[in-house]
């Protein structure tokens, strides 16, 4: 049974350019919310998605969106990368309000 | 508002020592879950416990052990007779009650190191 799948592992864009992280929730989940984990930091929620629509987002700025599609996979987009945005992004998938919160390995991305 | 404070930055012992990991919380809800998690090198965090505010009784998992007192707001973890391979980051998390699933605000994390 494959757990949280994302894509790409690692990424590496310019200043300015815009990003996306992909995201495939665990069988059987349908829940996906993404984090932002600076180095040597804690992770930070940015946002939550059930049934395709933003259900909660934390203190993140309109830079950073996301999608939710049918089958529950999910997108995190970031325009105007600025250097700050570089860190590790994870995508955790859950039943809806469930137990079985699962985290994904996350994409590295480095922006210079 | 919720906070989860990891006053342990960086530790470190040698194999077999007993190590505990503090975590402090601050809630405003009497209902919330609390969390370990713990994130080797390759990133993914690995779910280690759960409790919640109603359940104070300690658990004991093998060498894993947790010590939950509300009324000091703390929820430590302790590793008996360490091993390398439990060096990582460990993390320590909050969600409440009526958010439950929705937001983990997670502390700033333990790196511990095992040496040989």
């Known amino acids: 049974d494959a757990g949280v799948t994302q894509s790409p592992t690692h990424l590496i864009k310019t200043r300015g350019q815009q990003v996306t992280l992909r995201c495939s929730p665990k069988?059987?989940?349908?829940?996906v919310s993404w984090y932002q984990q600076a180095l040597g930091q804690g992770p930070q929620f940015i946002f939550q998605?059930?049934?395709?629509?933003?259900?909660q987002r934390g203190n993140f700025p309109d830079r950073f969106s996301g999608h939710q599609f049918p089958n529950y996979s999910s997108e995190l987009n970031v325009n105007a990368l600025l250097l700050g945005d570089s860190a590790l992004y994870l995508c955790?998938?859950?039943?809806?309000?469930?137990?079985?919160?699962?985290f994904g390995s996350g994409t590295r991305l480095t922006v210079v | 508002a919720q906070k989860v404070t990891q006053a342990q930055t960086e530790i470190s012992v040698v194999e077999k020592e007993d190590v505990t990991l503090d975590c402090v919380y601050e809630?405003?809800?009497?209902?919330?879950?609390l969390f370990w998690y713990k994130q080797p090198p390759s990133g993914e965090l690995v779910f280690l416990i759960r409790?919640?505010?109603?359940?104070?009784q300690n658990e004991i998992s093998g060498r894993y052990s947790w010590n939950f007192q509300k009324s000091t707001s703390s929820f430590n973890f302790t590793i008996t007779a360490s091993q390398v391979v439990d060096s990582a980051v460990y993390f320590c998390?909050?969600?409440?009650?009526?958010?439950?699933?929705?937001?983990?605000?997670f502390g700033p994390g333990t790196r511990l190191s095992v040496l040989p």
């Open positions: 998390a909050l969600t409440e009650g009526d958010n439950y699933g929705q937001n983990f605000v």
């Open positions: 409790r919640n505010s109603f359940d104070e």
């Open positions: 955790a998938s859950s039943p809806d309000r469930g137990y079985g919160y699962t």
């Open positions: 069988s059987g989940h349908d829940t």
């Open positions: 809630t405003r809800d009497t209902t919330y879950y």
């Open positions: 998605y059930y049934e395709e629509e933003e259900r």
